[in-house]
T-cell receptor, first 118, second 108 residues
Framework: GAVVSQHPSRVICKSGTSVKIECRSLDFQATTMFWYRQFPKKSLMLMAT?????????EQGVEKDKFLINHASLTLSTLTVTSAHPEDSSFYIC??????????????FGPGTRLTVL | GQSLEQPSEVTAVEGAIVQINCTYQ??????LSWYQQHDGGAPTFLSYNALDGLEETGRFSSFLSRSDSYGYLLLQELQMKDSASYFCALGHAGKSTFGDGTTLTVKP
């Protein structure tokens, strides 16, 4: 199946700093990628849809100035958590859907990034 | 909007069959998907139903009834490695909304 990588897998940072997370589709081109946030024992909450060559579409309640998304190429999307605070500590997961799947809802997920803000 | 309900926990023994239900409310959707997630890992795709009926993939089957706003994931011949969280997800408007997940514990 399609492979999606994510880097870093874990990051610990001080409050007030910014953290960048990369999501790459390794063997397919993804015009659309998704960024999710997951709390322990909880569901995946969609934060935004990352569109190659255009602005990301954010879900209601997600601060676009805090969670900056850039989809610079067909294989790379980045999420930057700006001025991170302890409440931003979470598991961030990206996903991508290979082209041609249309309405098929099969998404391939990256391994996730565990962010801890001290 | 979209909302999905799943049982929070299910326990079964090795070799048994277990069914995880998912009821939903939606104003329109493409289909219902199921994902498996082990602790600390990424979700992996299991099955997808665009139409009513049963889809079978090995030991896993998924069912959808649009008229009843209901679906389920059926796991047969349970193995210890099937202990994980299982999420149903509605596909709509080019994105997905996930249920809160069901934690399946398989006991020897």
């Amino acid at each position: 199946g399609a492979v999606v990588s994510q880097h870093p897998s874990r990051v610990i940072c001080k409050s007030g700093t910014s953290v960048k997370i990369e999501c790459r589709s390794l063997d397919f081109q993804a015009t659309t990628m998704f960024w999710y946030r997951q709390f322990p024992k909880k569901s995946l909450m969609l934060m935004a849809t990352s569109n190659e060559g255009s602005k990301a579409t954010y879900e209601q309640g997600v601060e676009k100035d805090k969670f900056l998304i850039n989809h610079a190429s067909l294989t790379l999307s980045t999420l930057t958590v700006t001025s991170a605070h302890p409440e931003d500590s979470s598991f961030y997961i990206c996903s991508a859907r290979p082209p041609g799947t249309g309405g098929l809802n099969e998404q391939f997920f990256g391994p996730g990034t565990r962010l801890t803000v001290l | 909007g979209q909302s999905l309900e799943q049982p929070s926990e299910v326990t079964a023994v090795e070799g048994a069959i277990v069914q995880i239900n998912c009821t939903y409310q939606t104003s329109g959707f493409y289909g219902l998907s199921w994902y498996q997630q082990h602790d600390g890992g990424a979700p992996t795709f299991l099955s997808y139903n665009a139409l009513d009926g049963l889809e079978e993939t090995g030991r896993f089957s998924s069912f959808l009834s649009r008229s009843d706003s209901y679906g389920y994931l059926l796991l047969q011949e349970l193995q210890m490695k099937d202990s994980a969280s299982y999420f149903c997800a509605l596909g709509h408007a080019g994105k997905s909304t996930f249920g809160d997940g069901t934690t399946l514990t398989v006991k020897p």
